[in-house]
């Protein structure tokens, strides 16, 4: 069962540095075909390369997840957003990712119908921890139409209860 849409804007990042070892030129210019891919529980999303835009690319793309299941005391409400380096002769190059934990971002939209993360930067971290710049990314949760409805309902009854047993 649905209970909400987060929506993440994806703005831009700044700083982004190689990790691997692929072709030299890149090191010399620093150009890089940077793009993102979101992964929120068992969902995925892609960003379009941002081609020729080195170091400080700008995306300013939006992605919807749905948030279908209700909070457990878990890890699961992250969102992994793992920086890439489009290539195409060869396999893409990691250049790191940054975490967001949603898990109170959603709890206050379930209990409000809506909440909302402005945009602000994440470290971009690489696998040996170390830092490879920041990502800059907004993110709004927003409760399914359906579960305001249904809990406006209870609220209701819970009041004709209460009422009638006075």
């Excluded at 891919?37 to 379009?48: A, D, G, I, P, V």
């Excluded at 890439?84 to 060869?90: A, E, G, K, L, Q």
């Amino acid at each position: 069962m649905a209970i909400g849409t987060m929506e993440v804007k994806l703005d831009g990042a700044k700083g982004l540095k190689r990790t691997g070892y692929g072709c030299m030129c890149v090191f010399l210019t620093g150009k890089i075909d940077p793009y993102v891919l979101l992964q929120y529980r068992n969902q995925e999303c892609k960003s379009t390369p941002a081609k020729g835009k080195g170091t400080s690319p700008i995306w300013d793309e939006k992605f919807e997840f749905t948030v279908d299941s209700p909070l457990a005391d878990d890890d699961q409400h992250k969102l992994v957003l793992k920086i890439m380096d489009h290539n195409t002769f060869r396999t893409h190059d990691y250049l790191g990712e940054a975490t967001i934990y949603v898990k109170e971002l959603i709890e206050l939209g379930v209990e409000k119908g809506k909440a909302e993360l402005h945009p602000q930067k994440y470290r971009v971290v690489s696998t040996n921890k170390t830092y490879h710049g920041e990502i800059q990314v907004g993110i709004t949760f927003t409760e399914k139409e359906e579960n305001i409805e249904e809990q406006n309902m209870a609220d209701e009854r819970k009041a004709t209860t209460s009422s009638s047993i006075s």
